[in-house]
């Protein structure tokens, strides 16, 4: 990461050149008055995150059950730190809170399938027909949870968490290669379920609990929420510090 | 009963690009138009956090909430058709300005070979080069004619671009520059020229300068943020109905929007519409809406849907070829990508638009000899900018886990790291591609459910093995380290995203017993309907569909003018 006077040349975008490039100065009709209160009143002034590994910042309610029970939270827990692991590169899924993620989504219309087409009647269809099964998201961590848990002890006589890091991995490797005999749900279906909401914990915006004070987007140079790269677009590649969109509310 | 309203001039029915344009021509004549929306309004105020990856890529905020209404699928005639549970292969749009919100902008003109595609291939190649069940027909309209009518919504969306090297003719060019070129743009140009290919900007509606089209519309530039498809632009960058043609329409005081208002059935009595009938989606009341002129201006799925179930037109019949409501069915190629993984260059993939990308047309249309080829057609082969975020891009190259400490550190490598060619193939319907009302799945109105039959052909996988070789030099000469393409197109795979680009089911041309609607867009069967859309489309060309779309909307605005005047028949 370059040190911080750098990082702070490379702002992408200054109040006055944003206000250019849109043309909001310029004085035509712009159709949607949006543009203006998104021009944040101070772009230099650095987001306020709090440094990893300060000692107790402020308690993150956030980090609380919507559905899942303990046991199950601490298999999804293991699990996700399974599948993006913490390394030399920074923190594991675990960290980052991709577990209360998958939580958090559960328990809302993701969980329900709310938006999706439910009704009968309920066919076994072919590969490319897509997904035909009765069962909701929720439904379904309920029963592949069960299952990692069912397979762990009957292997190992252990929990999945308890278990060590390459011995959870060829739990969820004989779930993701469909040697584990299920007959409700699709053991890899069920480990592509897992393995998705992971990434989705690890890289979307903090506020939906994972992505933990943005360190996904830090490791990957994802900038997150900026305003513009119009500055940037045909320049070399640059690093720049991410900003969520907690930053619109806070100017 | 149906409360009945008070009869007006012209109903549209959907407003999105089709609805808005139609509604804004025809109220600066002075028609009463009434636009039915069965949406919610739509502003560009909604979109205050709309760098938002989880909400609006994976979740889909913007889109059609399949719990209400959805399609069924089946790759032939052999096997059931079963619902699009969830979505994959693309996107149904929703609420005001439709499928044009979610859009990234790519703003294309068809070849004039696409015009009379079947006339130009039996003079060059002759009648073997078209399989038995290859349902290629000629537009009933040049290029040349369409012309204008193009140059009408590029000066509308303020498009910015440069001339197409081998393009048809144009009569003016693109109302602003192309948009800024990054690095891995200006390396495509560079390779692409030395290999004697004419590569040029892609002609985008996000806009690369501040913009006033002839409506007075005036918009700002675009920032490159990196949110454009399946995003809505905070902006008003993008062109989208919203932003361009509906306020127009508004300015007017003769149009009438009414959201939340879904059409289930055109009235009709002899050869022509009397009105339509809708749900007021917040009360559950029945309306009847009485017109003179009826637009159907719905996407391609509904357009379809709504005449079958309204009984209008002649309901395609696959095992005689006759018939034309839900005839040629037809989608896009492009599941070939050439794949560049870089170890020493990276690359500002988190910054783009949606329509920032070079693209060239040497292997499009019929620009390149197909006489050694077995396949016709082509596709427009690109390199995008579009801005890649971070949930759904995990590079990692061949051999390397999909999970794990291994794929953990290879996707933070190769994110900024990876570069991608790929192909937009052009989709030639077929006699068993098609539309028709599933006899089992209903909405939650009861009403039977769009039925989709569609798979690819021999004609696919060979334009698709083509292209992606193609993509696959192109991205060599580029100088990635790893090239990875794959040149298996498979069987059509409703799951995995591949393009919203679905055509058909009310196509235009010359003749009514092939054609639902003629160069106008006038129903041959009920002269008082006009139907807008991608559904107009004999075939799908190797580019985005919206340029032709917007083109066609102007025309067939033209069209109901000098009916709404003279009636009958106008060709």
Known sequence: ?251 | MAKKLPKVDVVVIGVGWGGGIIASELTKQGLHVVGLERGKERKTEDYYMVHDELRYALRYELMQDLSKETITFRSNEKIRALPMRQYGSFLLGDNLGGAGVHWNGHTFRFLPYDFQIRTKTLERYGKNKIPADMTIQDWGITYDELEPYYDKFEKTCGISGEENPLGGKRSDKYPTPPMKMSPQLVMFRDVTKKMNLHPYALPSANLSEPYTNPDGISRAACQYCGFCERFGCEYGAKADPVVTVIPVALKTGKFELRTHSNVRRILHSGSKATGVLYIDTTTGEEIEQPADIVMLTSYVFNNVRLLLMSKLGKPYDAASGTGVIGKNYAYQVLKGNATGFFENKEFNIFAGAGALAMCLDDYNGDNFDHTDLKFIHGANISISNFGLRPIQNNPVPKGKPGWGKDFKAASLKYYNRTLSVGAQGACMPFRHHYLDLDPTYKDSFGDPLIRLTFDFEDQDRELARFQVSRCEEIMKEMGADTVVANKELGPYDIVPYQSTHNTGGVIMGADPATSAVNHYLQMWDAENVFVVGASAFPHNSGYNPTGTVGALAYRAAEGVIKYSKQGGMLV
């Open chain 1, 1 to 251: 990461m370059p040190d911080q006077a750098e990082q702070n040349d490379q702002q992408p975008v200054s109040r006055r050149n944003f206000l250019k490039n849109t043309g909001y100065a310029l004085g035509g009709l712009i159709v949607g008055g949006v543009v203006g209160s998104l021009v944040r009143t101070n772009p230099q002034a650095p987001a306020p995150v709090p440094a990893p590994g300060a000692a107790p910042a402020a308690q993150d309610y956030n980090q609380a059950l919507m559905y899942f029970t303990q046991e199950q939270f601490k298999i999804v827990d293991a699990a996700t730190e399974r599948i993006f692991p913490k390394d030399e590169n920074g923190p594991g899924a675990s960290e980052l809170g991709a577990a209360f993620f998958i939580d958090h989504q559960l328990a809302g219309e993701w969980g329900f399938n709310a938006r999706e087409y439910m009704q009968p009647p309920f066919y076994k269809g072919e590969k490319v027909q897509g997904y035909q099964g009765r069962l909701r998201r929720r439904e379904i961590f309920d029963i592949g949870l069960r299952e990692i848990q069912n397979y762990s002890m009957s292997k190992y006589q252990k929990k999945f968490e308890e278990l060590a890091p390459e011995e959870q991995d060829a739990v969820l490797t004989a779930f993701e290669k469909d040697e584990v005999n299920l007959t409700t749900i699709s053991p890899s279906g069920f480990f592509n379920l897992l393995r998705s909401s992971t990434l989705e914990g690890v890289y979307a915006d903090p506020l939906y609990g994972g992505n933990k004070n943005m360190a996904g987007w830090k490791m990957k140079n994802f900038p997150g929420n900026q305003m513009s790269y119009a500055n940037i677009i045909d320049k070399e590649f640059q690093k720049i510090p991410p900003v969520s969109l907690r930053e619109h509310l806070t100017h």
